[in-house]
């Protein structure tokens, strides 16, 4: 049974069913909380989990030594991903597609969403370097023949190409494109596949316990008054309004 349903179960099992929300002090929350037991192993698995997930390789590796904890995989393969993440984030995208194919061909070759949105994200940074002819080339010779096959590929490239028919592209409506959050979306899409690819999970466990306590909370507070934990940050326990 995984660390996330033991705890959330733990607190689930802290107040009882109850016709009117009952009052509980912050000695007896915090009595109620102890009697919680998670182990250390667990936790040092979530945070490996995270370190691991996000690219932390040097943080993985100090803190593999320090708590015994194994990662799931070879930290090596870490430094490569997050140089293909690095890359697409830099607007180097061709630099980025090598360096997934030196890792595994097959990446791209079964993925062909992903393959697009890296072309589609070269056609971006041609437009943002205002190389116009290269960039109605690139579309027209690489991206148009999958836009062909697939719909909503169509409709992307559409919309990527549209960027050349505004002078002003910061105030055009699809501006967004050449946002710093398209690289990083391209960025994380590259960075999920290659997780994928080696059997790991895509997004990192902590976030998702997180999201699972706040459910929790909100789930118990229906119940019951209790001191709680509204930032997440600091993990403090703040008395109830009573």
Known sequence: MS???HFINGLAQIVPMATSKKVITREEWEKKLNDVRIRKEDMNKLVMNFLVTEGYVEAAEKFRKESGTDPDIDLATITDRMAVKKAVQAGNVEDAIEKVNDL????????PQLFFHLQQQRLIELIRNGKVEEALEFAQEEL?????????????????VALLAFEDVSNCPIGELLDVSQRLKTASEVNAAILTSQSHEKDPKLPSLLKMLLWAQNQLG????????NDLSTATLE???V
């Open 3 to 5: 660390l996330l349903w």
């Open 104 to 111: 595994n061909p097959e990446i791209l070759d079964t993925n």
């Open 144 to 160: 148009a023949p999958r836009g062909e096959e697939n719909q909503s590929f169509l409709e992307e490239l559409e919309k990527t």
């Open 239 to 241: 008395d109830p309004a």
């Open 222 to 229: 229906e119940k019951a008054v209790y001191p709680r934990i």
